[in-house]
């Protein structure tokens, strides 16, 4: 009678994982690990988070953001958006929540920490989603999804840190796909001037004394796995001459998906 109770309980437990890694695309291309979540942030995202997106990161996503780890990548991570899905069977849906990177930060070997409005998203149905915030940091899988921003071209903003003529900075918002920005030229439209910004803080790229004259921007962007040869794509639309700090500017592109 125990080796049945064994065979049985064994049986349980196999048919519980099947039943798990069957409700979606089981843990392919997944990595293991682990997620909280921040306070305050039911309604929206952090503000003051390491990329410095500010209001735009508060809201970002409908609120489904979070900070990461090593994921943050010195600021490169910045935007770079992720499937996360909780592990709790009793509690979690097979799909999970979609989130975006704004902000730097780990706690007790997490990967991410998620708004309170993400993490409570993994849920199955709002009563799940109380119940892991009940639970303050849960089991998860993740991986990494081509950003999709609806009627978006990539925008151009303008930091309140640059200085017309003297210094120029600004963020890249709203770039679809899985690619990471490499490198960024600044180039004057007449002449063809341009220079190469370096990455500043966060998500914010900035160069002093910035070619006079309209602007374009070069974007150089991570090749795929099997193409060993970087893209570059530049603005259809050009920054102003008179550019000024705080300003918002449409790029004209965007990455297909």
Not at 71 to 78: A, P, S
Not at 95 to 123: C, R
């Amino acid at each position: 009678m125990a080796f049945l109770s064994i065979i049985l309980n064994l049986s349980v437990i196999v048919m519980v994982g099947f039943i798990y890694f069957a409700r979606g695309e089981g843990s392919a291309g997944f990595t293991q690990s682990k997620a909280a979540y921040y306070p305050n942030s039911f309604q929206q995202g952090n503000q003051y988070g390491a990329c410095e997106y500010g209001a735009f990161g508060a809201t970002l996503n409908g609120g489904d953001v979070s900070a990461a780890s090593y994921l943050y990548r010195n600021g490169v991570g910045c935007g770079a958006c992720y499937q996360v899905r909780c592990t709790n069977i009793k509690y979690c849906s097979k799909n999970g929540v979609t989130i975006v990177i704004t902000d730097s930060g780990a706690s007790d070997g997490t990967d991410f920490i998620l708004s309170q409005h993400a993490f409570a998203g993994m849920g199955q149905t709002p009563d799940a989603g109380y119940a892991l915030l009940a639970l303050g940091y849960v089991g998860i899988q993740y991986r990494r999804i081509p950003c999709n921003h609806p009627n978006k071209n990539m925008t151009f903003y303008i930091d309140k840190s640059s200085n017309f003529p003297y210094y120029f900075a600004f963020q890249i918002w709203y770039q679809d796909g899985d690619k990471d920005i490499t490198a960024i030229q600044l180039c004057e439209t007449i002449n063809l001037t341009c220079k190469l910004l370096e990455r500043s803080h966060g998500a914010t790229w900035a160069v002093g004394f910035p070619p006079s004259g309209a602007l374009s921007i070069r974007m150089l962007f991570s090749s795929d796995n099997d193409d060993t040869d970087d893209k570059w794509l530049v603005s259809a639309n050009t920054i102003p001459q008179n550019w000024t700090a705080g300003a918002i500017y449409d790029s004209g592109v965007q990455i297909p998906i």
